[in-house]
């Protein structure tokens, strides 16, 4: 089985820019996760999704907002990019929205901003 | 706010010794636990997980992991380590009901052959 796709692997942007990233959970699985990874740390959490409506959200800017889609695939979008959001964003899929649902990660989509 | 301590920041071993990494989390509540590993040029994977009754806990490749609600801590523990088991260890936190997983900031390992 596929795990977690998410695209595109690498991307660059310049400041001010808006940016959209895809992710294809494993099927079956109808709960999205999406977390950052700053180099150095631990992924910290952005937004949950599950059947297309948010369950979760972190302490991210408004900037930040995903969406979940009837196939269950998600994105996420950041407006007005900071140098700061350059990170590793990490999609994760589970079966479900409960809380002992392991998460299944994606290999991230690696953001460089200019 | 919830967060997760690990405080070995890289650890770095012979073949065959013993390995513990710490992780404390700091919630009164309770609480499902992780361990998840990143091997080079992998993704994260689920090595092993807590949710309640026997505290420890036994995952693939021979780790394990010890609940100790009166410390808020979660360790992980390997009796003989392997090459193979370099990589990065993150423990993780979720308390039930709010669908959010707090990560710790990670442990670099590196076992020397």
């Known amino acids: 089985d596929a795990g977690v796709t998410q695209s595109p692997t690498h991307l660059i942007k310049t400041r001010g820019q808006h940016v959209t990233l895809r992710c294809s959970p494993i099927s079956g699985h109808k709960s999205v996760s999406w977390y950052q990874q700053v180099l150095g740390q631990g992924p910290q959490f952005i937004f949950q999704y599950y059947e297309k409506e948010e369950r979760g959200r972190g302490n991210f800017p408004d900037r930040f907002s995903a969406r979940q889609f009837p196939n269950y695939s998600s994105e996420l979008n950041v407006n007005a990019l900071l140098l700061g959001d350059s990170a590793l964003y990490l999609c994760a899929s589970s079966l479900g929205g409960d809380s002992n649902q392991p998460q299944h990660f994606g290999d991230g989509t690696r953001l460089s901003i200019l | 706010a919830q967060s997760v301590s690990q405080h070995n920041h890289h650890v770095i071993l012979s073949e065959a010794a013993s390995l513990e990494l710490g992780c404390n989390y700091s919630y009164g509540g309770t609480v499902n636990l992780f361990w998840y590993v990143q091997y080079p040029g992998q993704h994260l994977q689920l090595l092993l997980k807590y949710f309640s009754g026997d505290p420890l806990v036994k995952g693939i490749k021979g780790f394990e992991a010890e609940f100790i609600k009166s410390k808020f801590s979660f360790n992980l523990r390997k009796p003989s380590v392997q090459w193979s088991d370099t990589a990065e260890y993150f423990c993780?936190?979720?308390?039930?009901?709010?669908?959010?997983?707090?990560f710790g900031t990670g442990t670099r390992l590196k076992v020397l052959a």
């Open positions: 993780a936190v979720i308390s039930p009901g709010t669908y959010k997983y707090i």
